[in-house]
């Protein structure tokens, strides 16, 4: 008899059974997919017409097949309000919370009566094309199953399952868009990872010997950099920092504004289709600079007509400024990590703007050593996702990858007086648990509202809403008697999760979730930028607030005790009381720390004796009312 | 599935004050590696969820015992006392003296944008929080020893950590005010 061959969990039972994963550079501009063919090294998957980078774009047609990729983007001039582009700075957002200068036809929440949009999809980005509204989350699925299909058809099977790439400092409600997004196309996610830690991953650091490595990502739109650190084959992402409006294009367009400036012209004499015209010459011009030492540049159009010469060190000269920017980001990012230029033992160049030779130069300077080039920029990221994927369906036993990661935002609840109170902080390992311990305010109160926010900014304005959340079946009790303890989870993607208990009774509160968006990463940088900046004005703010939380709290317990137990205060008594009351009630009407501070004062002294008599009174009361065994148990505790 | 709630086991570290960083980050990568979500990418909802509580809780307990403040109430906590720190009042009137000092020394430093007294401040300051630190491990609670109840000076021990939180806040903000500089 054949014995049964039992294979060790987790192992696979034949050694040559490949399970299709991939990686999904899920890009603001272009998108990618990647896979690890067994034995071999990672490489991006081209399409029929041998294209590895995927626009992501998408046309709405009127035939109803949805165009994406270079066929999208070629009908974005034709056909702007149909065609969607750079939908990933709308994922997890609210229609407020974008700039729109566009010419799409944004659903506002409140104008739309019908039903069926103020609903749901009230404040997220939506946009109005002929194939209905369309959403970031959709418009992403699209790019999504073009690239499964992609990588179906070279695979030759089903896709068991794709790691896909988010922004370091994406928050909750912009992952979870990228998760509903894979969910609508069809691809099973094994896993978010962040950009930087893929790219990280592409060049085998996680083999090296422990160090800090600096990920420099500079794309057409926006700079990222992050510093992560690489311990034991495990990395960490220390800080994050960047700009969400500064890349390419910028460099494009200060090649564009000189050209202006030589011809003395000004864009709006050219006409926006000169206009265009002169951007795509200034951005040959920028590329063809990486290799010549000048090069021609022309305008011509609306009566203008120049012809000239840009050196290198002409646009160097034009650029340095945008770069010392970037250097600036980095520098920052180093400080939050707690670290100089010369502990990083590895710079990693992300993005196409990383080929211009000013960048590396210049990153090559502060770092002290010659950053990594040798991946292809724009496809690195993918590539190091596709490595992951690789190992988490379990096809690679021999590569100890695993990747730790942190929030990248801090987590906070709104307290008293419009105050964020944080919960979890900015860059806490993940996954984490924290717990904490709210009371209730009123006598009798069974709900509990919690707003979640997330930013690290002290005010509830300046800082992101995640989620609000209504702890209700509450057992009613006295004011602050009531012990809900809510906890706060964060998994490994970096999604939250929230749920409560009242700890004296064991009761379970119910959680009704109301998600509120995420944040634009303009405004993440400018929070953190803020934070920085306004750190001293912030604090003033907060004390004034906080004042006049305890002199309002103050002022209602005081009120309360001469309600029920005036009758241990004698007339003069209660008249310097009341007098101490008035007083108070006029300083918090005022913008005076110090006021208010000593009204608090002087209305807490006033109250001492008649507090004292209060609480010899209650104490006698609670004795009273006490079994014998109880007090015995007390007394041998003690 | 039980979750190790005294942190100095669950690191597998000895219980007293004084840790090695080094085998604290050492040892919880290496439990990281066994119980991370991303082992459990094959396994049942169930499994990966104790996964992920699991690998949270080993992120708690290296965090605190990763911070001296924390490390020192942990150790508290393991005794049977819970500090409260909104509640605890300095008793110790040439501290709380110090503590003026100190704190007006950093506004003047700060709002003179003197680096130089500021740095001078910022090592006198970490040398009384190592100090602090110092003071604790000597205690019988931070060699470790367990005892009764009864025997602590929770009182002492209270001093003592209200200390340490005091030094190094401070040290947080002189090192802000040096770099806002």
Redesign the interface.
Known sequence: MALLKISEP?KSPMPHQFKRAVGIDLGTTNSLVATVPPGKAPHVIVDAQGEALLPSVVHYAEDQVNLVGQPALDMSIADPHNTLASFKRWMGRSTDDIQSNDSYDYVRPDASAGSTDASNSSSLVAVRTRAGVVTAVEASAEVLKNLAARAESALGGQLQ?AVITVPAYFDDAQRQATKDAATLAGVNV??LINEPTAAAVAYGLDKADDRYIAVFDLGGGTFDVSILQL????FEVLATGGNAALGGDDFDRAIADWVLAQAAVSAADLGPSAYRQLLQEARAAKQALSEHSAVGLAVAGNGVDWAGELSRHQFEELIDGLVEQTLAGCKASL?DADLVPSDIGDVVMVGGSTRVPRVREKVALLFGQEPKIDVDPDQVVAMGAAIQADM???NNQER?L???DVLPLSLGIETMGGLVEKIIHRN??????RGQEFTTYKDGQTALALHVLQGEREQVVDCRSLARFELRGIPAMVAGAAHIQVTF????NGMLEVSACETNTGVAASIKVQPSYGLEEAQITAMLQASHQF?RDDLEVRALVEQRIEAESLLDAVQAALQADRHLLDESEVQSIEAAVTQLAAAAKQDEVILIKDAIARLGHQTEAFAARRMNQSIKQALQGRHIDAIAESVQND | MNIESNYFTLMALPQRFEVDLKVLRKNSRELQRKYHPDRFCNATPQEQRLAAQFSAQINTAASVLGNPVQRAMHLLELQGLVLDAQSYTEKDSAFLFEQMELRESLEESRDERDAKALEVLLSEVTHSFRVAQQDFSATEVGQGQVLDLPLLDGQALAALVSKMRFFEKLNEEVSVALKAL
């Open positions: 987790g399952g094994l896993r311990s034991e084959g495990v400080d988490l369906v379990g100890e695993l990747l730790l806490t390992s993940i996954p984490c648990t989870a964060v998994d490994a750190a």
